[in-house]
Every structure is written in C-alpha cells, then in structure tokens.
C-alpha cells in the first residue's frame, strides 16, 4: 500500500551556483514545492562537496561555471565516493553547449537543463530524477547523439551480441530504473546488476549508464520498447 503523501519523506535537494540571485531563486522556488526539501547550498564546486558530504541528499541542481572547482569536476568527484553512491546530480547552465553537455554526463550526471527553463519543468526533473530518470532538456538528446557519432571511429563496430540477461538488464536501463529496481524487477542481486552493467559499458564503449542508454535507443540494438511502466525522461 502506498504511504500518503503527508508520510512520504521530502526529495532532499542542494543547490549549487556561483550566482546568489539565482541560487536564492532556486532555493525559494524548490522550498515552496510541497514534497522537497533544500537541504544545502554553495557557491563553490569545493564548498559543494562538502555540503554533500554532510548532507547526502537524494539530488544536487549543480551549475557548471563556477570559480575554483568546476561543475563538471564536483559531479565526477561526487560519483567517485562510495558514500555518495545514491545522490544523483542535475547539471543546470546557462550555456547550452556540447561540451558541458557531453562532459556533464560523461561525469555521471543523471540529467542536463539550461537554466531558462519553466519552473514547472524544473520541479518536474527534480522528482524525476530522485526518482531514478534520466532527464535531458530539448535537443540534449541529439547533441549527445551527434557528439557520439564525431568521436566514433569511421570503421564501423558490429553491435555487441547480447544475452537474453543483458538485454533485459539494458532494456530497464534505458526505462531509467536504478540497479535496486533493475535487480528487484529481475529478481536478481543488486551486485549481479551492477556486473552486467559493467560489462554493457565495456560493450557500447561509453563512460556511464546515461551515455550507454542513448547509445543503446540511438543504435537500435534493443528495437521497440516492450513496455511505458517506467517511462523516460530524455526530453
């Protein structure tokens, strides 16, 4: 049975950005937002690891530009630590550019938004991704796309050959699920999960769970999907 609303614990959120007018304004739009929590804040990459630390929320808003530690290099250190293994970060920029795209999410991000967009859309992502999604704004699919067929070699690479296992496991991949609900659809052990989506990496030649789901809708490997339970956010 699922707990009413009044029952179920805030998505706890810090937010980071070097800008104090915008980082105010995310905190005021976030709090006013029945179902979350800002937990933290800073203006600084270092200052924001050590908000995480302290605070382990379930999502960071990590802006890009930043003085000292960038964006992108506190999301890789995020995802580094064991400890923080469930904090799940989405990158917010001003610039929409496909560097900070690409290495944002080569990183371990779980999502990338410009920061003009809608305040609705914005709550919308944050519930999504606590929730497991991976929530990429208008037109971050192709750039990921475009950027991945730039960097492949001209010889073209036969798709990897797939046991009904893998299939299934990438197949919940792409859906968003995190490797708890990918083993807990499979009925298999968290750690089994987490080989075969060791070897799927290895497979697809990509750095992260996001890039080897675009990889995997992009190349067809997977064909139609079976089923919209757990739909996902790649726009």
Not at 17 to 38: M, T, Y
Not at 63 to 91: H, N, Q, S, T
Request: with cysteine; aromatic share 4%.
């Amino acid at each position: 049975m699922t707990p009413p609303p009044e029952q179920i614990p805030p998505i706890r959120v810090v937010v980071v950005d070097d800008q104090d007018l915008v980082r105010a304004g995310f905190v005021a739009l976030l709090e006013a937002e029945p179902g979350i929590s800002v937990v933290g804040q800073a203006s600084r990459g270092d200052d924001a690891l050590r908000v995480v630390r302290r605070t382990v929320p379930d999502v960071v808003l990590m802006d890009v530009r930043m003085p000292g530690l960038d964006g992108i290099e506190a999301v890789r250190r995020i995802r580094a630590e064991a400890a923080l293994e469930r904090v799940r970060v989405l990158v917010l920029t001003t610039f929409g550019l496909d560097e900070y795209v690409y290495g944002a999410l080569r990183a371990g991000a779980r999502g990338f938004l410009v920061k003009d967009t809608a305040p609705e859309q914005l709550i919308a992502a944050v519930h999504q991704v606590a929730g497991g999604a991976v929530v990429l704004g208008e037109g971050v699919v192709d750039r990921v796309v475009a950027e991945m067929l730039r960097t492949t070699p001209a010889v073209s690479r036969p798709l990897p050959v797939l046991t009904p296992r893998e299939r299934d496991v990438l197949r919940l991949l792409t859906e968003g699920l995190t490797n708890r609900q990918i083993a807990s659809r499979l009925r298999i052990g968290e750690a089994t999960v987490k080989t075969y989506v060791s070897r799927l990496l290895l497979a697809f030649e990509v750095e992260s769970r996001v890039l080897l789901a675009v990889r995997a809708i992009e190349s067809g490997v997977l064909g139609p999907p079976r089923s919209a339970r757990a739909e996902p956010c790649w726009r």
